[in-house]
């Protein structure tokens, strides 16, 4: 009980990131562009490191309106990388991206010494140390963004379902594109300052993946994401502070081993409706 103060607000800061990336993962795995949020993330975090690079604070306005510009190139490059025909996969771009943003913030890193520790974070974040004031500018942020893609729900839905066939959509698509992957570009700016990239690619992914083995349907997919989120971060929250280690680390592993739990769950419940078809 001591401890619930302390917790609170890393937990509601990972309620935050839920929300958003369960949806968000959706699309990303529609699209089978699944290291876009990786991706983006790196280039996120390579922005951040030419600011702490330049002598700026990592957590001031400069810092983060680098990163954010850092992230809206990054989304125009996966936006415009879509090929008519296809003979590159857009994967391929974004695989890319992903390894050239590491590497340069590597390099970048080298040359400011007695900073490796902001490299350690935005990779595996340090949720635990989030502020309120912190808490509740992303849940408004993060509430802009979701209303932006209720709005255009049907224009991000229709490019995600059929990716194949841009051409029969009848709308600008890379225009949405980039206006999709801009509008990520905000979320992962603010998401990995507060989580890390690691953490904030699990968040993505890994809900919409558990989702995927019991639903096919929007509606009991983001249902099932959103739950599956809110129980992990609890419990990788409560792991970390019991067991004393990062926080970030911690619900990445937790999100893993409860993913392979529905695996096996899945497997027993696909196993009992095939043996009561035969």
């Not at 989304?75 to 890319?96: C, K, N, S, V």
Request: with cysteine; proline share 3%; aromatic share 12%.
């Amino acid at each position: 009980m001591e401890m619930l103060p302390f917790l609170l607000a890393p937990f509601v800061a990972s309620l935050i990131l839920t929300g958003i990336h369960a949806y968000l993962g959706v699309h990303v795995v529609e699209r089978g562009v699944i290291f876009v949020d990786l991706a983006l993330a790196q280039i996120a975090a390579l922005g951040a490191t030419v600011a702490i690079v330049a002598g700026m604070d990592p957590h001031g306005h400069g810092s983060y309106w680098i990163s954010l510009g850092f992230t809206f190139l990054g989304a125009a490059i996966f936006a415009f990388a879509r090929t008519r025909r296809g003979h590159i996969p857009q994967e391929a771009f974004i695989g890319i991206a992903y390894a050239v943003a590491s590497a340069t913030a590597i390099l970048l890193m080298s040359k400011a010494t007695g900073e490796t520790e902001h490299l350690k974070d935005m990779l595996v974040g340090n949720i635990l140390a989030v502020s309120w004031p912190e808490v509740q500018k992303t849940a408004l942020l993060y509430g802009a963004v979701g209303a932006f893609h209720y709005l255009f729900r049907k224009k991000f839905l229709a490019i995600s379902m059929h990716h194949d066939e841009p051409e029969k959509l009848g709308f600008n698509v890379r225009f949405w594109d980039f206006l999709f992957y801009a509008s990520f570009g905000f979320v992962v700016t603010s998401s990995v300052a507060i989580a890390g990239v690691l953490l904030v690619f699990c968040y993505l992914i890994v809900p919409s993946v558990g989702a995927m083995l019991f639903a096919d349907r929007i509606g009991p997919r983001l249902a099932i994401g959103w739950t599956m989120g809110t129980l992990v971060s609890a419990l990788g929250v409560l792991l970390s502070v019991k067991l004393d280690t990062p926080t970030g680390a911690t619900i990445v592993v937790t999100f893993g081993g409860v993913l392979v739990l529905m695996f096996f769950a899945h497997l027993i419940v696909h196993h009992g409706r095939s043996a009561q078809r035969v």
